[in-house]
């Protein structure tokens, strides 16, 4: 019952943002419209320059949140918390950058799922890899960028962005446990 | 349409094929959720799109490469990286921006820097972060991350 109750307020504040984008769209259109009014001469650079960016993000939107939408769909959260909480190494790490960037939603989302595989003993680079890639390695993502930035530009930055997620995760692992055995060492009662 | 969107659009038909085989109540599910997305985000995709369209007729490719482009150097790279980092907006959104900056004479390793530190670091998210996972781990996880964003927007822009 109490869930129910839940799920209604949250529905209800769903459609609230939804409205408000759109109101928020009305008045950045109205604002535009008086804005190109008075420099008549600029209308035609930003109405074409619109309407090219328009084109080229509908023929790729609805097929971008199919992908997104099959994602979140299928891959569920306790298949994620399963695998990646007792793999580890090279492995580990591969399978931290599969998962992050296999379900969608915002960050935050994340956040709890990175948690509980805390708890559930998974190492500290995976955390942070796996929490690295949910950020920047979408698959929708990456073709969204493929469509606006090309494919050198897009492949280039998803390489780089591997290899240093997975540095940073190991170096942050090391550092941790560093710190944590160094205050070990200082008061044993202290917990970790 | 370009390639690149013939791609796109096969890949999700090709996901869609491969989810219904599988399992037809789930498949149904994920349109209802795409769908519900869409409605979501197409107010802020049309807004950023508009936006976009007055910022390139308004602003003069060489204010833009000025700030951001390859005479700006370093410095240029660290600011916007440094916008990235506060800014708080959908990737998918970040992109055309990314584009149309790149078109307004923006380097390739500040474009780079950018939409790194804007996926990657969230500042208004780090509340949220440090109350899960910790002060320690959140904070080097996000200040590194503004590090390698600075690395991979300089090795983008030697390598592009």
């Known amino acids: 019952m ?18 408000r984008g759109y109101v928020i769209f009305a008045a950045t259109l109205i604002a535009a419209a008086i804005i190109l009014w008075l420099f008549p001469n600029k209308v035609t650079a930003a109405t074409t320059t619109t309407w090219n960016y328009f084109l080229e993000m509908i023929m790729i939107l609805p097929a971008v949140m199919v992908i997104m939408g099959l994602f979140s769909v299928f891959v569920s959260k306790e298949l994620v918390v399963k695998y990646l909480g007792k793999t580890s190494g090279i492995k580990g790490i591969l399978l931290a950058v599969f998962f ?25 680079s995976n955390i942070v890899i796996f929490l690295s890639a949910w950020a920047c390695i979408k698959i929708p993502q990456e073709l969204v960028e493929l469509q606006f930035l090309g494919f050198k530009f897009m492949a280039a930055r ?18 941790i446990a560093w710190t944590d055995n160094r205050r070990i060492g200082i008061s044993p009662e202290v917990e970790r | 349409m370009s390639t690149t969107a013939i791609f796109i659009n ?62 700006a150097g370093f410095g240029g790279i660290i600011a916007i990286a440094a916008l990235g980092a506060i ?42 972060e440090i109350k899960e996972l910790g002060k320690k781990m959140a904070f080097l996880r996000n200040g590194l991350s503004f590090i390698i964003a600075i690395v991979i927007a300089l090795i983008m822009g030697v390598i592009l």
Not at chain 1, 10 to 16: A, E, F, L, Q, S
Not at chain 1, 100 to 124: D, E, R
Not at chain 2, 10 to 38: H, M, P, Y
Not at chain 2, 108 to 127: N, Q, R
Request: proline letters at 5%; a positive charge.
């Open chain 2, 87 to 128: 800014l708080y907006i959908p990737a998918i959104i970040s992109f055309p921006l990314a584009a149309s900056l790149l078109q307004g004479g923006a380097s390739t390793a500040a474009v780079a820097a950018f939409i790194t530190t804007l996926t990657m670091i969230g500042v208004v998210t780090l509340p949220m």
């Open chain 2, 10 to 71: 096969l890949f999700a038909l090709g996901c869609l094929v491969f989810a219904l085989v599988k399992d037809r109540g789930k498949t149904k599910q994920s349109i209802g959720v795409a769908v519900k997305s869409l409605i979501r985000i197409l107010p802020t995709v049309l807004i950023i799109i508009a936006v976009i369209g007055l910022l390139l007729a308004f602003t003069p490719p060489d204010q833009i490469s000025r700030f951001i482009g390859e005479q």
């Open chain 1, 100 to 124: 992050g960037a296999l379900p969608t939603g915002p960050l935050y989302i994340a956040f709890p799922l990175a948690a509980a595989l805390k708890s559930k003993g998974a190492s500290v």
């Open chain 1, 158 to 175: 998803l390489a780089l962005t591997i290899i240093f997620v997975a540095i940073m995760g190991l170096f942050i692992e090391r550092l």
């Open chain 1, 2 to 19: 109490r869930q129910d109750a839940a799920r209604m307020t949250d529905k209800k504040k769903v459609r609230k943002d939804i409205i």
